[in-house]
Nanobody
Framework: QVQLVESGGGLVQAGGSLRLSCAASGRTFSRYTMGWFRQAPGKEREFVAAISWSGGNTAYEDRVKGRFTVSRDNAKNTVYLQMNSLKPEDTAVYYC??????????????????WGQGTQVTVSS
């Protein structure tokens, strides 16, 4: 099991940027495929982005492609989500997730084993 702690959320105006971080502790971080999800009020949690253990493979939900970038630093046991050109519809609680030796498909399907507590992102119009 890995413990995940998100940070970096906040209030930003439309068009602005935020960078979320997710610090992991526990098992060897480099063995985890990582992902970001979000849940807006009254909606189901949805996939946002995924990154392979090496960082060499990434995947994005269509609405964030070209605006969001997922990356990781295995030496720091941290995964990041750089969010640019933010829109009010990006407002949600953002969650970090991990899958031990999992595939990208495991993340995209929303079935990772471990989840963080979430960080709130609010985009004002």
């Amino acid at each position: 099991q890995v413990q995940l702690v998100e940070s970096g959320g906040g209030l930003v105006q439309a068009g602005g940027s935020l960078r979320l971080s997710c610090a992991a502790s526990g098992r060897t971080f480099s063995r985890y495929t990582m992902g970001w999800f979000r849940q807006a009020p009254g909606k189901e949690r949805e996939f946002v982005a995924a990154i392979s253990w090496s960082g060499g493979n990434t995947a994005y939900e269509d609405r964030v492609k070209g605006r969001f970038t997922v990356s990781r630093d295995n030496a720091k046991n941290t995964v990041y989500l750089q969010m640019n050109s933010l829109k009010p519809e990006d407002t949600a609680v953002y969650y970090c997730a991990a899958s031990y030796f999992g595939s990208m498909g495991t993340i995209v399907a929303g079935t990772p084993e471990d989840w963080g507590q979430g960080t709130q992102v609010t985009v004002s119009s």
